[in-house]
């Protein structure tokens, strides 16, 4: 009888270290990080709908969508810009000419921004959608919300208005990874109009790590790990070393737990080659997309 109590108490200790680490885990999504912190402008968030769908077109009517645009790498410089244009703040219909170029990553930050100021986890992704019948899956960043009730996550896009909707219509960057490791998919249908194939899914792998450990950078910058594509685009093979690192990050952001999250910041801080600290060189970009 002593034995069973001992099992009782020893599994009522267990089941509360397991709801003590997952409000953890959702805690860390609570916090803003250097992206996602509004700074001064914090002010803007009063008095905001808590309306997912609602939030989606107030971001929307703020801004316009601009493919190439590295000036707004924060919340704050976002919100500092929309309420230099207009002092009344995040308005519900903003005039189109005061309306910020931005893109998807910019509205992704923004929703999550204001999402961690209600208390609501919410984190940024970087992957490949598809939300159309073809089978190209374009190169994009999202936002996971947390759902308490049904305590899962669940995909709001704010750049096109979609809440909760189907995992299949977006590619984390790891599960790209995985399915071009096992041969499943078609490496040339994945990216952008410019620029599509293996690169662009071993390019995110690192973005979408660096999201969920909360150092949300933009998909103008990149790990040092493709900086091999850049003198040799059309030779380009990671190494096996990255390989196999690229596979065991894969399997634990698939994890997706506390411990999971423990084990990749170790492996992140302890990978140069997985950092996130180089940026696209514009100019040249544009320079080779007016020979195409």
């Known amino acids: 009888m002593a034995f069973l109590a001992l099992g009782s108490q020893a599994a009522k200790e267990t ?20 992206f996602t912190d509004p700074g001064d402008h914090e002010f803007m968030y009063e008095g905001l709908p808590d309306s997912l769908a609602e939030l989606c077109e107030l971001i929307e009517n703020q801004t316009k ?3 190439f645009q590295p000036k707004y790498l924060s919340a704050q410089s976002i919100l500092r810009a929309l309420h230099k244009s207009e002092s009344s703040g995040l308005m519900s219909v903003r005039k189109p000419k005061d309306r910020l170029p931005v893109n998807c990553w910019h509205r992704a930050i923004l929703l999550t921004s204001i999402l ?16 159309d019948e073809s089978e190209v899956h374009f190169s994009h960043a999202v936002c996971e919300v947390w759902n308490q ?10 750049s096109f208005g979609k809440v909760d909707f189907s995992q299949e219509q977006f590619d984390y960057g790891y599960e790209a990874w995985m399915q071009l490791q096992n041969n499943e998919i078609d490496p040339q249908q994945y ?10 899914i071993i390019g995110k792998v690192p973005l979408d790590l660096a999201c969920i450990l909360g150092a949300e950078h933009s998909m103008y910058e990149y790990s040092p790990l493709i ?14 070393d990255h390989v196999n690192l690229l596979n065991e990050i894969s399997e634990l952001m698939e994890a997706d737990d506390a411990d999971a999250l423990t084990q990749l910041r170790k492996i992140y801080e302890s ?3 997985l950092q996130v600290t180089e940026k696209l060189d514009f100019e040249k970009m ?7």
């Open 191 to 200: 990216g952008s109009p410019k620029k599509r194939g293996p690169i662009s």
């Open 116 to 131: 961690r100021y209600k208390g609501i986890p919410a984190r940024v992704r970087i992957g490949h959608a598809a939300y």
């Open 227 to 240: 900086e091999g594509y850049f003198m040799n685009p059309k030779g380009f093979t990671p190494a096996p």
């Open 286 to 292: 544009r320079a080779r997309l007016r020979k195409q």
């Open 65 to 67: 969508y601009q493919y």
């Open 271 to 273: 990978n140069p080659v």
């Open 15 to 34: 089941t509360q270290q397991v709801e003590s680490e997952e409000s953890s885990f959702l805690e860390f999504y609570c916090q803003y990080s250097t």
């Open 149 to 158: 009730g049904e305590q899962r996550w669940m995909l709001v896009d704010p």
